[in-house]
């Protein structure tokens, strides 16, 4: 497949990615051989995992003692009463 500045500018705008053109065109080489390389991979066979199993091994989920409210509070940065304070998430337009 074929990657130029424009497509990776057209897949910037969709992942909400602010690139220039300069930008875009330097990482149209990049993402080129990222596909390429992703199209050499063997597909992954329906019978190399079982179903309900995971694909890689999980520790058993077993209930160990946490850090208490006030000591979290006390290691945050920035705190409101009993909360920790974080910067936005989105931004409104």
């Known amino acids: 497949m074929r990657i130029d500045a424009e497509t990776v500018a057209r897949l910037a705008a969709l ?5 220039d053109e300069t930008e875009a065109a330097a990482l149209a080489p990049t993402l080129a051989a ?3 390389f992703a199209d050499r991979l063997p597909p992954a ?3 190399e995992l079982f ?7 999980v520790r058993p ?3 160990r003692p946490g850090v ?5 509070v006390a290691a945050a940065p920035d ?6 304070r974080v910067p936005p998430a989105i931004e409104e337009s």
């Not at 992942?15 to 690139?19: E, G, I, Y």
């Not at 179903?51 to 091994?57: Q, T």
């Not at 208490?68 to 979290?72: E, I, V, Y």
């Not at 705190?79 to 920790?84: E, N, P, S």
Request: cysteine-free; charged content about 30%; glycine content about 12%.
């Open 45 to 47: 066979g329906e019978t």
């Open 79 to 84: 705190v409101r009463g009993a909360l920790f």
């Open 51 to 57: 179903p309900g199993e995971p694909a890689v091994p």
């Open 15 to 19: 992942a909400r990615l602010d690139l």
């Open 61 to 63: 989920d077993e209930p």
């Open 68 to 72: 208490g409210s006030d000591a979290a």
């Open 34 to 36: 990222l596909l390429e």
